[in-house]
């Protein structure tokens, strides 16, 4: 099994800055793509960011030259570093990845997100 934790939500003014982290947990193998989503009350869920095992990023149009997300793959840990964030980023923001796992000896492949945080801007 591999779990997901996010961390380091908050409540921020308009302006502000906040790091979300993403840690995973189990018997982790290799990590191909890790995202970042988020959902707002009564919105669907959207992309915010990707970014790909060798590091290639893709940003939602909204999020462009504000957020930047990355990963430490020593460790299987990502984040998203949020900036001049405006009251429109209120969202939980859930982390998600993609890749392999070892089950009972086992190459398994995985996808799985994490459980979401709270990042509440204040006007």
């Known amino acids: 099994q591999v779990h997901l934790v996010e961390s380091g939500g908050g409540l921020v003014q308009t302006g502000g800055s906040l790091r979300v982290s993403c840690q995973s947990s189990?018997?982790?193998?290799?990590?191909?793509?890790m995202g970042w989503y988020r959902q707002s009350p009564g919105k669907q869920r959207e992309l915010v960011a990707t970014?790909?095992?060798?590091?290639?990023?893709n940003y939602a149009d909204s999020v462009k030259g504000r957020f930047t997300i990355g990963r430490d793959n020593a460790d299987n840990t990502m984040y998203l570093q949020m900036s001049g964030l405006k009251p429109e980023d209120t969202a939980v923001y859930y982390c998600?990845?993609?890749?392999?796992?070892?089950?009972?000896?086992?190459?398994?492949?995985?996808?799985?997100w994490g459980q979401g945080t709270l990042v509440n801007v204040s006007s």
């Open positions: 189990g018997q982790v193998l290799r990590i191909a793509d």
């Open positions: 970014v790909s095992g060798d590091g290639e990023t």
């Open positions: 998600t990845a993609r890749g392999n796992f070892a089950w009972y000896g086992q190459d398994r492949e995985f996808e799985v």
